[in-house]
């Protein structure tokens, strides 16, 4: 069964900065694509940033510059870092895997970390 774990999740002042961490377990795969999502209490759940296993990324507009996602080794943990935070940046994240089977890519999801930033 595939797992994902998350941690580093906490509470920070704004401006501050927390480092979050995914670790996959029972796949020997390595996933197509990892990525954080985040979802604040009344809002749909959001893209924050995506790591291609070619190591390509993608980040929601309102984190550029300010968030970095890595993966070790081009393997099945990823981080993100984030500097620079904003009260705005309060949510649950969530960490993503995508395994392409077949012709469909499935998705796999963490249980979440909650990041509380206080102006």
């Known amino acids: 069964q595939v797992q994902l774990v998350e941690s580093g999740g906490g509470s920070v002042q704004a401006g501050g900065s927390l480092r979050l961490s995914c670790a996959a377990s029972?796949?020997?795969?390595?996933?197509?694509?990892m990525g954080w999502y985040r979802q604040a209490p009344g809002k749909q759940r959001e893209l924050v940033a995506r790591?291609?296993?070619?190591?390509?990324?993608t980040y929601d507009d309102f984190v550029k510059g300010r968030f970095t996602i890595s993966r070790a080794n081009a393997g099945n943990t990823v981080y993100l870092q984030m500097d620079s935070l904003k009260p705005e940046d309060s949510a649950v994240y969530y960490c993503?895997?995508?395994?392409?089977?077949?012709?469909?890519?499935?998705?796999?999801w963490g249980q979440g970390t909650l990041v509380t930033v206080s102006s």
């Open positions: 993503n895997g995508r395994l392409l089977l077949f012709t469909s890519f499935q998705n796999f």
């Open positions: 790591m291609g296993s070619g190591m390509n990324t």
């Open positions: 029972g796949t020997n795969r390595i996933f197509n694509d």
